[in-house]
């Protein structure tokens, strides 16, 4: 079946540094993919998406390009702040709207 | 806030008792759904619900009960549970957007932490 297969976290930085989260995953047709976040306390929250090959998805700063030919879909960010501290889950969209496969998710913490 | 509320946030339980876990959606969705996150685990899909149908049951254990009186709230029955239970577990919504489609961005609550001793 699909899957999604993130770096192993957890991911710890300073404040400003630039940051990379893998993801690939193994699907059947063409899934759309998705990057949640998880806030301390918080239940998930959509960070961005890309519907198809080459799209790239952008929201506060954070951005992953949808990479068929790699299939990949990196979490980049230039400079981080303490406030990004949390989960990141990766995600696709199989066999349909409703069915999502998540990631492990990888735990970041940013240190001033 | 999501517009996705969870109670309670924090449930201890026996293996004998008998307990629910309640999601209320405000975002006039028509879809919702039920996740199980363990530590070190991908969130899975429990239950799906469509227009208060059951369409999705990920071959979960009768253990849990789902139940959707109506498209905005949930409840997740617990009876007998084991100690692997053990879990967060999130529910969802989502937005139909015509001809039994429904929009891939899902909302969250923030999740019920369940404890079973």
């Known amino acids: 079946g699909n899957s999604v297969t993130q770096m192993e976290g957890p991911v710890t930085l300073s404040e400003e540094a630039f940051l990379t989260i893998n993801c690939t995953y193994t699907a059947t047709g063409y899934p759309s993919l998705f990057w949640y976040v998880q806030y301390p306390g918080e239940g998930l929250q959509l960070l961005l998406k890309?519907?198809?090959?080459?799209d790239k998805g952008s929201n506060k700063g954070f951005e992953a390009t949808y990479r068929k030919e790699t299939t990949s879909f990196h979490l980049e960010k230039g400079s981080v702040q303490v406030s990004d501290s949390a989960v990141y889950f990766c995600?696709?969209?199989?066999?349909?709207?409703?069915?999502?496969?998540f990631g492990q998710g990888t735990r970041l913490t940013i240190n001033p | 806030e999501t517009g996705v509320t969870q109670t309670p946030r924090h449930l201890v339980m026996g293996m004998t008792n008998k307990k629910s876990l309640k999601c209320e959606q405000h975002?006039?969705?028509?879809?919702m759904y039920w996740y199980k996150q363990s530590a070190k685990k991908p969130l899975e899909l429990m239950f799906v619900y469509n227009f208060k149908e059951q369409t999705e049951n990920n071959s979960v254990p009768s253990r849990f009960s789902p139940e959707c009186p109506n498209s905005s709230h949930l409840f997740l029955h617990l009876h007998t549970l084991q100690p692997e239970d053990s879990a967060l577990y999130l529910c969802?919504?989502?937005?139909?957007w015509g001809w039994g489609n429904f929009q891939e961005t899902q909302y969250f609550g923030p999740g019920t932490r369940l404890l079973v001793l």
């Open positions: 995600a696709l969209s199989e066999g349909g709207a409703q069915k999502l496969v």
């Open positions: 969802a919504s989502s937005q139909e």
């Open positions: 890309a519907t198809k090959a080459d």
């Open positions: 975002l006039g969705h028509n879809a």
